[in-house]
């Protein structure tokens, strides 16, 4: 998040602490519809703090989609935002994609998806049922098929795709390479 964003988002979230009294906004929308009701912030606002809002507003909306917006209170919205790269995606002016991808070491691995494939660790673990998976990035992904010692084909539990998993040299030092199929 830029200076400017920041900038923008403190503008909206100081705004929505001083209505959180008199506003009972029931979704994201009917508060996008309150704030820019408001006249004196209107005149306020610079060409580039209205992508900043609509990047916001559409956070918002996304997350209440979800059923992971806690609430619609400032305090609960910066702590989120500052830790959302849902949100930094789309203030880098990328789509909302329509399924969360799959976690690399605990947060959203957008820059697999948006290219396909990317550098990573991988290993053989037992999952709880005890059946063995392919633990990549601190995460366990389902084997669906083991070519060989060095090659897999998995799938991320809850998402739809597959993905291969390979070394393109089988020694223990070389990265794995992970790349989707579908």
Same mark, same amino acid.
């Given at each position: ?8 988002? *403190? ?17 994201? *929308? ?45 305090? *609960?919205?910066? *702590? ?103």
């Amino acid at each position: 998040m830029t200076s400017e964003e920041r900038k923008t988002l *403190d503008f909206f979230l100081k705004w929505l602490q001083k209505k959180e009294n008199s506003l009972a906004p029931s979704s994201g *929308d009917s508060l996008r519809t309150e704030f820019f009701a408001d006249s004196n912030i209107v005149k306020l606002l610079q060409s580039e703090d209205y992508r900043v809002l609509d990047c916001v507003f559409k956070w918002i909306k996304v997350r209440e989609e979800a059923g992971k917006l806690a609430s619609l209170k400032a305090a *609960d919205l910066e *702590d989120d935002a500052l830790h959302s790269s849902l949100l930094e995606r789309l203030f880098r002016g990328k789509e909302v994609l329509l399924e969360a991808p799959p976690l690399n070491r605990g947060y959203p691995w957008h820059t697999l998806i948006d290219n396909g494939r990317s550098v990573c660790t991988a290993h053989e673990a037992k999952g709880e049922d005890g059946t063995v998976k392919l633990k990549i990035e601190d995460h366990l992904w389902d084997i669906t098929e083991k070519v060989s010692e060095y090659e897999y084909v998995v799938e991320f539990p809850g998402h739809s795709g597959t993905y291969r998993v390979k070394k393109s040299t089988p020694s223990k030092l070389s990265p794995w390479e992970i790349a989707r199929e579908n």
